[in-house]
T-cell receptor, first 112, second 112 residues
């Protein structure tokens, strides 16, 4: 059974701080990794993808991947109240186009 | 593009009734996915299609659930008969190749 684990939270951070969201996965052969943001009552929205070890930056967001440790994280710099949402980690377990497996998400609350 | 379009947005039905959820994927996307989301279980993959062909329906919970994709621009998920435990948000998503998924706005189903 392919698993993606996330701390459910809530993770509370003050406005302007760095929010760090973590995700571990069970399938060592996983090839691609995605972060989705889901506001309450809305659908998941893709915000970051990462495919190789290291960091990938996009504006205030940085995704970090460590395949040896089977660990992927999302950093949000200068957190804003509008970042308050649930963040879902998704992993493609095998090479090819097998479906994504989603974690249950971490709820982030940015306090003004 | 208008994105992935789902209908209806909300559905309230009585136990035992048939429910049909509809989805129009993004034009040109060759994969279509049906997910169900609950607080307890998160996002669960029910079934997915590639080029209108069902590839894996192992996530469909029971024979009461069925899905079709008669052409590249339309898919349905049917529940017959519906039960209260089917109450959830049902998402349709589409993708092209190995990229991330684009989700529709979802259908919130309540079975009373």
């Amino acid at each position: 059974q392919k698993e993606v684990e996330q701390n459910s939270g809530p993770l509370s951070v003050p406005e302007g701080a760095i929010a760090s969201l973590n995700c571990t996965y069970s399938d060592r052969g996983s090839q691609s990794f995605f972060w989705y943001r889901q506001y309450s009552g809305k659908s998941p929205e893709l915000i970051m993808s990462i495919y190789s070890n290291g960091d990938k930056e996009d504006g205030r967001f940085t995704a970090q991947l460590n395949k040896a440790s089977q660990y992927v994280s999302l950093l949000i710099r200068d957190s804003q109240p509008s970042d308050s949402a649930t963040y879902l980690c998704a992993v493609r377990p095998l090479s090819g186009n097998t479906p994504l497996v989603f974690g249950k998400g971490t709820r982030l609350s940015v306090i003004a | 593009d208008a994105g992935v379009i789902q209908s209806p947005r909300h559905e309230v039905t009585e136990m035992g009734q048939e429910v049909t959820l509809r989805c129009k994927p993004i034009s040109g996307h060759d994969y279509l996915f049906w997910y169900r989301q609950t607080m307890m279980r998160g996002l669960e993959l029910l079934i997915y299609f590639n080029n209108n062909v069902p590839i894996d329906d192992s996530g469909m919970p029971e024979d009461r659930f069925s899905a079709k994709m008669p052409n590249a621009s339309f898919s349905t998920l049917k529940i017959q008969p519906s039960e209260p435990r089917d109450s959830a948000v049902y998402f349709c998503a589409s993708s092209q190749g190995k990229g991330g998924y684009t989700f529709g706005s979802g259908t919130r189903l309540t079975v009373v």
